[in-house]
């Protein structure tokens, strides 16, 4: 009897191991130095997706030189690439009920000759599912941070174009939130990327060998985007954390 609930223990506990393992298709790898999770790793594609960070604040001209001079692989994203990146994160481009009450958001062109379009939908107000798979995309990288708009406004998320462009513009991927509204779209989106904060361009390339780094946990060698800013939320917390220990070595005194 005992060894029946044993062996019922140990196939229950396989199981379990075995389907989160089958879920487990993100992974983050480092690019630049040990523990910068700069790469992100889609073990279903076989791809590896740059950190959106790296190409923030890059004009659509810069980012084209950067890509035409790469030795690492890297290529812009079209829309079907991204949209199989964010089915592994269960976003689609349906309305999901169990983030909120969804609102179609349509814009209408300034040429009047041109329809207007779905753009993007508002979850108002979001729920905590919502909220959570914000926090899962920016494993993806920050692109729209605490900070980098209106004080009044502070979204938090992802938002990156791809290479796939509608009359001169180009085509965004987004989901992010404040702390009153959701907002998501998966290519609907449309605008001209010129180097703003918030702005940041979908990068992947095939998988390579994961790097290999030296003594100091540093490449050697030269990378196509060598700097990753800080983002606005991390360099709040290190303010923060900064300001704790002053007032705590106070406090000692």
Excluded: C
Aim: aromatic share 14%.
């Amino acid at each position: 009897m005992r060894s029946l609930q044993l062996f019922k223990n140990i196939l229950i506990t396989t199981l379990l191991i075995s389907s989160w393992s089958s879920s487990a298709s993100i992974i983050q790898r480092d690019y630049i130095e040990k523990g910068d999770g700069g790469i992100t790793y889609d073990d279903v594609s076989g791809y590896e997706w740059l950190d959106l960070t790296y190409t923030r604040t890059l004009s659509f001209e810069k980012y084209q030189e950067v890509l035409a001079r790469t030795t690492e692989g890297w290529e812009f994203a079209d829309t079907q690439h991204v949209v199989d990146l964010f089915a592994q994160f269960t976003l689609t481009d349906e309305v999901n009920d169990e983030y909120g009450t969804a609102t179609p958001v349509h814009i209408t062109p300034k040429s009047v000759s041109d329809p207007s379009y779905l753009a993007y939908y508002y979850y108002s107000p979001q729920t905590s599912a919502f909220n959570d798979l914000v926090e899962d995309l920016t494993i993806l990288g920050e692109t729209l941070s605490i900070g980098t708009q209106k004080d009044d406004v502070k979204f938090y998320g992802v938002r990156g174009y791809v290479d796939t462009g509608i009359k001169g513009e180009t085509s965004q991927f987004m989901a992010y939130k404040n702390e009153r509204v959701g907002v998501a779209s998966l290519g609907d989106f449309r605008g001209k990327p010129i180097g703003n904060r918030y702005e940041s361009f979908f990068t992947y390339r095939l998988a390579q060998a994961e790097n290999n780094f030296d003594v100091l946990g540093i490449r050697a060698a030269n990378v196509d985007f060598p700097a990753i800013p800080v983002s606005e939320p991390a360099t709040f917390g290190m303010f923060s954390m900064m300001l704790s220990i002053l007032v705590f070595r106070r406090s000692k005194r």
